[in-house]
């Protein structure tokens, strides 16, 4: 039986029409995303003919000033997302502050977070990247959104998704009713359903870490990784290790696949990163929030991702997330020492 066709402006207002209360809103905000992310991946997918056509430098064949893809992408979804009147205010990773929606333009009841373009030094090696987004509604009174709207715990996440920029653009979202992936079309531009209600497996045979940093991990991690390379075919070990070195590639693998996905807090002088490397908000959350939906877990080792009560925009956190079993293990061996 072949699989029905639905786009994800389709699957979108369907979930809507399942809520009486729905106004429509949240699918508008969405539906502005999906184009900005048709746009980013028809961009990045012809990175690598920059230098052919005449992109490089400052200014492209036509005149216009050429700017690297992750501000590239960070200004499409902004334009494409400013005006809906579905926002009261955006963060993203490429902007110090909160971003306000411009007065010339109404406010809606929603917040939107972002990393517009994850992984984007992997670009000229061809290597997957993606883009992340977090969507809250307003808590705070009045129109104009605020940083308290933005510095939300991740279980407040109304949608969480992100698209990958890969072998194909895949989008894949939740807005708490399961995981659904859609593949872009590119020859009818459309995101067509092909991974619905995606469950991640409960345990893997993947682990995803960049080993370079070892001597910044503390014991237990050192211990479940030495463990997972053991030749122990009853507990399916050694698990391979596969580490693109772009977090939304790794993630999206590893859901589909099963497996574990770890950037532990480093400590090491001179290099200390005690929170990790990765963001909270745009990064750890959106992805834990997806992982949980899909029946996986994500924790900073000490305590699960969409718990955390954030400080501020741009704050690290240690992520390890992935099949519940796998992390589960790893709890085990950090509480071991
Ligand atoms: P490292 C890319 O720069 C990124 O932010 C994530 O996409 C990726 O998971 C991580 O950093 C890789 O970091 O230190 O292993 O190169």
Request: overall charge negative; hydrophobic content about 35%.
């Amino acid at each position: 039986m072949s699989q029905k066709i639905v786009t994800v402006q389709r699957h979108v207002l369907e979930a809507q029409q399942q809520h009486p209360e729905a106004t429509g809103d949240l699918t508008g905000l969405l539906w502005d995303l999906i184009l900005a992310a048709k746009v980013i991946s028809c961009q990045v997918n012809k990175a690598g003919l920059a230098q052919i056509l005449g992109l490089t430098g400052s200014h492209n064949v036509h005149g216009d000033e050429v700017t690297k893809l992750d501000v590239f992408a960070n200004d499409v979804i902004y334009r494409a997302m400013d005006h809906g009147g579905h926002l009261c205010v955006m963060a993203s990773e490429e902007a110090d502050d909160i971003i306000p929606i411009p007065s010339r333009f109404s406010k809606g009841k929603y917040v939107l977070l972002f990393d517009p373009l994850d992984g984007s030094s992997n670009i000229d090696a061809n290597v997957s990247v993606g883009t992340i987004f977090s969507i809250y509604r307003k808590k705070t009174l009045g129109s104009d959104g605020t940083v308290e709207d933005c510095l939300r715990k991740g279980i407040e996440q109304v949608v969480a998704g992100y698209i990958v920029y890969g072998s194909s653009t895949v989008l894949v979202y939740s807005a708490g009713y399961g995981v659904h992936g859609f593949t872009l079309d590119p020859a009818i531009g459309e995101f067509l359903l092909s991974h619905p209600d995606i469950k991640t497996p409960k345990k893997g045979k993947i682990y995803s870490v960049n080993e370079g940093n070892v001597l910044q991990w503390d014991e237990g991690t050192r211990k479940y990784i030495n463990y997972l390379k053991e030749d122990d075919a009853a507990t399916g070990r050694p698990y391979s290790a596969r580490y693109v070195g772009s977090l939304v590639a790794d993630f999206h693998r590893n859901l589909l696949y099963g497996g574990i996905f770890l950037y532990p807090a480093g400590h090491k002088k001179g290099k200390d990163k005690p929170q990790g490397k990765l963001r909270l908000l745009y990064e750890a959350s959106p992805l834990a929030f997806l992982v949980e939906q899909a029946g996986g877990m994500a924790t900073t080792g000490r305590e699960r991702i969409l718990e955390i009560e954030p400080e501020h925009l741009h704050q690290r956190v240690p992520l390890i997330i992935g099949s519940e079993q796998d992390v589960q293990q790893y709890l085990g061996f950090l509480n071991q020492g």
